[in-house]
């Protein structure tokens, strides 16, 4: 008797230990999709941030627009935004008050948490990126440019995570 709970526990044990073990891995490997996903925006953000029709004063609003519309096509972006100094969008919004804008202000990436975007109410992320004068990255802040990955992208990441017939996965922020 004493062997067979002693043989059940260790079992047990064992047994809990591997799925612990799996579903970590599992979630490495999400984690690292993520972040390798979330690293392709910021590269696109900041590669728009010294383009130089976005960064040239004398670029007409077209000009502009033609940029961030072939780029969201390209990658499958939601959109595209510029945003001048004053925290005007190209697309006619204030977004003087949003923590993005702000930061590229002030010369910094910024990759938001997931949120509910205001024009769809799914849920999304924004990563943003200083509009460098000149096309001079590390210079003067002159705007924001900002990229909306496709608000599936996430949802991707969770559906394609399984562990077992009934396990479930979320996305957490720091």
Known sequence: LILTVAAAVSIFTLSNKNATDAVLEVAEVAAERASWEVTSYSNLA????VNKILCDPNSTEAQKNDILNRRAEQYGLQRCNF???NGMGIDGNDYSDRAYFQAAMDGRSLVSDPLISKRTGKLTIIVAAPLWKDGIAGGTPIGCVYVVPDE???NDIV???TYGEEGSAFILSK
């Open 159 to 161: 559906r394609s995570i």
């Open 46 to 49: 900041s590669e728009l941030g």
């Open 152 to 154: 599936e992208f996430l």
């Open 83 to 85: 945003i001048d100094s």
